[in-house]
């Protein structure tokens, strides 16, 4: 059980970030990848489809030697919460991580969230930051074409369209006067530095797929669950469409090429 794979799973290619930081602090950890790139997007679609979907990407992977399952997807998080689903190994979304990082690092009480439309829609960051300390002003945006200008490769710090876009989507969330700004969806750290930019530099961005994967080294190391090889582990990724397009597209969220076996695959 120990040497099993992590499982991660997002609509596409964003669930990448959480793979990133998990090879950074847990590199002997196998990784399962699959990203349902035939699906994508997942943010505009109602709860029930959403719920499907998750349902149907956790038993893919649980068709493999898993001993962990994140949801590497703020959309997935914000709709299906703790995925009632996965009951018999440790789980993980993106959103309760995410915020306790951020209440612990605002100063000034004000959070900034963006996400896709169904993860604004959910409310589940304010939810989440209101449990956790109710005096915390929440402004939440969402920003439905980053994930599409992600995926397309539209991410160099330069890029007119999406500075334009951004613009659009971020400008009331620095009227807010935000210290803090919860990246809620997997995809956007990839824009990170365009973001950062345009919110000015006395804020903090967190981003949701690293804090998935701290946490999720917590749960392991909690429940003794590590690996215990000496070498390093290994990624395979499974995606439901093009691994042209994967692997072309999966450098810009790793910051490096994809080392790891990619596949295609059909969940029926
Ligand atoms: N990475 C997904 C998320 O974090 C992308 C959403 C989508 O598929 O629209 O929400």
Redesign the pocket.
């Known amino acids: 059980m120990k040497n099993d794979a992590i499982g991660v799973f997002?609509?596409?290619l964003?669930?990448l970030t959480a793979v990133k930081e998990l090879n950074a602090i847990l590199p002997h950890e196998n990784i399962i990848y699959f990203g349902d790139t035939a699906r994508?997007?997942?943010?505009g679609r109602s709860p029930e489809t959403v719920m499907r979907y998750a349902k149907e990407d956790a038993a893919f992977l649980r068709q493999h030697a898993v001993k962990m399952i994140i949801a590497a997807?703020?959309?997935v998080s914000s709709v299906v919460g703790d995925c009632p689903f996965i009951i018999d190994m440790p789980f993980t979304g993106v959103v309760c991580p995410t915020v306790r990082t951020a209440v612990k690092e605002t100063h000034n009480g004000k959070i900034g969230v963006i996400?896709?439309l169904a993860?604004v829609r959910s409310g589940s960051y304010e939810k989440e930051i209101s449990r956790l300390d109710p005096n915390i002003v929440v402004t939440a945006q969402s920003c439905p074409m980053f994930?599409h200008l992600v995926e397309n490769g539209y991410t160099d710090f330069e890029n007119p369209v999406t500075r334009l876009i951004a613009e659009e989507y971020l400008t009331p969330v620095r009227e807010a006067g935000v210290d803090t700004l919860i990246l809620g969806?997997?995809?956007y750290p990839v824009i990170r530095d365009i973001i950062a930019d345009l919110m000015g530099d006395g804020v903090k961005l967190i981003s949701s797929g690293a804090e998935a994967a701290k946490y999720a080294r917590c749960c392991l190391e909690e429940q003794d669950l590590l690996a215990d090889r000496e070498t390093d582990g290994e990624n395979t990724y499974y995606v439901s469409d093009s691994t042209e397009q994967f692997v072309e597209n999966a450098g810009h969220f790793l910051e490096q090429n994809v080392v790891g076996k990619v596949f295609r695959c059909s969940l029926q």
Not at 40 to 43: F, L, M, R, T, V
Request: aromatic letters at 6%; proline letters at 5%; hydrophobic letters at 10%.
């Open positions: 997002d609509s596409g964003g669930g994508i997007p997942y943010g997807c703020g959309t996400g896709t993860t994930v969806c997997t995809h």
